[in-house]
T-cell receptor
Framework: KNQVEQSPQSLIILEGKNCTLQ??????????LRWYKQDTGRGPVSLTIMTFSENTKSNGRYTATLDADTKQSSLHITASQLSDSASYIC?????????????FGKGTKLSVKP | EPEVTQTPSHQVTQMGQEVILRCVPISNHLYFYWYRQILGQKVEFLVSFYNNEISEKSEIFDDQFSVERPDGSNFTLKIRSTKLEDSAMYFC??????????????FGEGSRLTVL
């Protein structure tokens, strides 16, 4: 069954610290993997999109990695800010699949404290 | 920066009533979508729309749901007879290119539907 699992479910860190969020997927065939940031009560905003041939992609203080062999991805946030408090959602595109092709994870809720 | 706009931001309705949620996708985008997110749960796909017709729909998108692009700018989701379990945040999204080709998906801010 095509699934996207994220860990941890929630995370609290101090402002200025780094953190890494994990995403494991069983989606096959795989086309691309996306990370979104979702503020509470708002729509998701795209952070990165990676194809199977890309290992790393950065967007400012956000760096995503992808290992298509082990079907794992991570999102690393450097020098966290209070505005980073949000849910981070891993989404995998299931090439040729149904249900709109995008398989969403449940997200990791990040809280950055002063 | 262009954005997807949705109205209303919040709608409260009685069970059995019809609801129309409206969206204005980004102007040069060709692919349109509706998703929903029940409070505390993950985002779920409802329907995709391209070239003035539904290209795919999920099991959630039953006969009570319909979509329409009545003019060149609006994209609507209609729920004919709302149920309590329809209470959720509904997101409209659009993309210029196909998502298989890493087309970026832009979400609106959502319409929160509360069914009493």
């Amino acid at each position: 069954k095509n699934q996207v699992e994220q860990s941890p479910q929630s995370l609290i860190i101090l402002e200025g610290k780094n953190c890494t969020l994990q995403c494991n997927y069983t989606v096959s065939p795989f086309s691309n993997l996306r990370w979104y940031k979702q503020d509470t009560g708002r729509g998701p905003v795209s952070l990165t999109i990676m194809t199977f041939s890309e290992n790393t992609k950065s967007n400012g203080r956000y760096t995503a990695t992808l290992d298509a062999d082990t079907k794992q991805s991570s999102l690393h946030i450097t020098a966290s800010q209070l505005s980073d408090s949000a849910s981070y959602i891993c989404v995998v595109f299931n090439y040729g699949g149904s249900q709109g092709n995008l398989i969403f994870g449940k997200g990791t809720k990040l809280s950055v404290k002063p | 920066e262009p954005e997807v706009t949705q109205t209303p931001s919040h709608q409260v309705t009685q069970m059995g009533q019809e609801v129309i949620l409206r969206c204005v996708p980004i102007s040069n985008h060709l692919y349109f979508y509706w998703y929903r997110q029940i409070l505390g749960q993950k985002v779920e796909f409802l329907v995709s729309f391209y070239n003035n017709e539904i290209s795919e729909k999920s099991e959630i998108f039953d006969d009570q749901f319909s979509v329409e692009r009545p003019d060149g700018s609006n994209f609507t989701l209609k729920i004919r007879s709302t149920k309590l379990e329809d209470s959720a945040m509904y997101f409209c999204a659009s993309s210029e290119f196909r998502l298989a080709g890493t087309g970026e998906l832009f979400f609106g801010e959502g319409s929160r539907l509360t069914v009493l």
